[in-house]
C-alpha cells in the first residue's frame, strides 16, 4: 500500500488511526485487529466511491468482525466489517452449501468470508424485497457490508436483549409480524433472538442475517424451529406466553 493510500485512510477512518498507535506502543509487526491491509483496501475503493465519507467509531466489536458507525452519502451509515482471518472454514460453509442463491459460487479457505459478506448483503435485499424491517442495503466490497444505520446523532439502537425490561407487551406482536414476513420470503433468519433484534421507536429491527438460509436449505426447518423456541422464551421475558406451536401457528408454519 503507497504512502498516500495510507495517509488517506489515516485521515478518514478514525478507528484506524486508534488501532496505529496502539500498534506502535505495544511495537508488534503484526496484530490482530480488524484493519489489515486488505481491509484497508477494500475501505480505499468504498471511500472513493463515495459510499463511505468518514468511518466514525466502532459500534460493536465482536469475535468475527466489527460494525462501526461512518457517514455516508446522506448521513449516518452502518459499517459491518469482516475479520478476514478468523474465519472457521467449516462452520461458515454449512449455511452455504445447500442455498441455491449460492450454488456456483467457488469458495477457499481464504475467500470463504467474502462469500459470507456476500450472502449476508443478499439476504438483506430479499428481506427488503419481502418488507421485512431489515437496515436497507446500501454498497458492499469484499468483507465489508455498508448498511441503514438504525439510531440517531447520540446512540445506536439499543438491542431487545437491554431494553426487554422497559417495554410494552406489543412489541412481541410487532416481532411475529417480522417473522411471519421472513417466513413468507422462505428465507429462514437461523439466528434470532433477543441479541439480534435492535428496537428503535418502540419498532423492532432484525440483524445479523449474514446465516439466513433459503426454506429448501436442509438445515432452513431445524433453523427455523430453534428461532420459534427462542423466540418463545424471549417472549415469555416480555410477558406473553406462547408455545413453539403456537408461535409455528402465528407465523404460518402449520
Ligand atoms: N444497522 C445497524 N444500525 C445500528 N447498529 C447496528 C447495525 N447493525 C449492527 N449494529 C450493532 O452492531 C452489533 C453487531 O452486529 P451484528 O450484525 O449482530 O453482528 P455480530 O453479532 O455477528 O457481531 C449489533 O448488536 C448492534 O448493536
Ligand atoms: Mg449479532
Redesign the pocket.
Known amino acids: 500500500m503507497s504512502r498516500d493510500i495510507d495517509e488517506y485512510l489515516y485521515e478518514k477512518i478514525v478507528p484506524y488511526r486508534e488501532e496505529r498507535r496502539e500498534k506502535c506502543m505495544e511495537d508488534r509487526k503484526t496484530y490482530d485487529g480488524v484493519f489489515d491491509k486488505r481491509t484497508l483496501l477494500a475501505f480505499y475503493k468504498l471511500l472513493k466511491r463515495g459510499t463511505i465519507e468518514i468511518v466514525e467509531f466502532p ?2 466489536t ?4 466489527d ?1 462501526f ?1 461512518g457517514i455516508g452519502k446522506n448521513g449516518y451509515i ?1 459499517i ?1 466489517v469482516y475479520r478476514m482471518s478468523t474465519a472457521n472454514y467449516r462452520g461458515l460453509s454449512r449455511f452455504i452449501d445447500g442455498d441455491d442463491r449460492f450454488a456456483h459460487i467457488h469458495k477457499t479457505k481464504d475467500t470463504i468470508i467474502l462469500v459470507w459478506a456476500r450472502k449476508e448483503y443478499r439476504n438483506l435485499e430479499d428481506y427488503v424485497r419481502a418488507g421485512v424491517r431489515v ?1 436497507a442495503p446500501i454498497d458492499r466490497w469484499k468483507n465489508i457490508i455498508v ?5 440517531d446523532e447520540t446512540r ?2 439499543p ?1 431487545l436483549k437491554t431494553v426487554m425490561e422497559n417495554l410494552k407487551k406489543d412489541i412481541v406482536y410487532d416481532i411475529i409480524e417480522e417473522m411471519r414476513k421472513m417466513y413468507k420470503a422462505k428465507l429462514i433468519h437461523g439466528d434470532l433472538s433477543e ?2 433484534i ?1 428496537v428503535w421507536d418502540n419498532l423492532p ?1 432484525i ?2 442475517v ?1 446465516q439466513a438460509v433459503p426454506l429448501t436449505h436442509p438445515l432452513a426447518y431445524k433453523l427455523l424451529a430453534r428461532d420459534i423456541k427462542n423466540m418463545c422464551r424471549v417472549f415469555k421475558k416480555l410477558g406473553v406466553e406462547m408455545t413453539p406451536k403456537d408461535l409455528a401457528s402465528e407465523i404460518g408454519v402449520i
Not at 448498511?147 to 439510531?151: A, F, H, N, Q, R
Open positions: 459500534i460493536s465482536g469475535k468475527e468482525g460494525v458507525r452502518a459491518k437496515p448498511m441503514e444505520y438504525i439510531g445506536p439502537a438491542l441479541y439480534n435492535l429491527w440483524i445479523d449474514g
